[in-house]
């Protein structure tokens, strides 16, 4: 009878554990949905008023086709109210980026379409403020609905990670120069698998970025002749990164070689 007893208030307690788990979750997506809203709220408030703009200027570009619109109603701007596009720009860069949600490739075009030479390294600073906060809210809440949706493919992540404790560093450089994950997930991910945010995330972000977010907004500044963007991620894109991702791969997978050889010559 004690044992019948046991299981069920067992039982119970893993429901309501469930249950709480569950109006956590509710409360999180509530929070991140308002703060989503709001925070975008003020960028239309803020560009209806100082630009007279069409309808189809007030959305968030998804392709290329998107990017060669924006730049078209932008243009006239880029000179007259240089300071408050960027601001603009810069501000939407941020938003797009601490949500988890992908497209750089296009915000990098229109930003080399729109600033010239000034928005290689502004794309590289909005890059690395939008992954930092999107580490923060991940760790607030867009993690948790990334791991209630997406368990197992955090734990096949974390699995890797764990892999290359010993040079975790060179690793993430790696998946960030070569992204067989995507950089969105990875961005989510890592509050989640104990990935540190300094050094280990930063800075593999900050640098294992820098070929793709440099060559993606020179690549606007042809915007008008780019037929798709496979005109940019195309072969001659990964023969230049490729070098720089198996540097970063010698050391995850030689460096226990090489520390066991040094060991050895000690030794003897």
Known sequence: MSRTYEQIINKSNEKVKKKKNVWSLYRKIIFLILFAIA???????????????????????????????????FTKYATDNRKKLIFVYSYLYIWKSSFGLPGSIVFNLLGGALFGE??????????SVGASNCYILSKLCIGSLLDYYAHDKIKSLENKIKKHENNLFY?????????????????????LIKIKFFPH??????????????VTTQAGFILMSLNSTKDIINAKFFINVLPLSLLALIPPIFGNKIKGYFKKEKGN
């Open 39 to 73: 925070t975008l709220s003020f960028l239309v408030f803020y560009v209806k008023k100082y630009f007279e703009l069409p309808d189809e200027a007030l959305i968030i570009p998804k392709s290329l086709e998107d990017a060669k619109t924006l730049c078209n109603i």
């Open 171 to 191: 690793y993430l450089l790696f998946i960030r120069l070569f992204p067989i994950v995507p950089n969105w997930f990875v961005n989510i991910a890592s509050p």
């Open 201 to 214: 995330f930063f800075l593999s972000n900050l640098i294992g970025l820098l070929s793709y977010n440099i």
């Open 118 to 127: 000034i928005s290689v390294p502004l794309v590289i600073i909005l890059s």
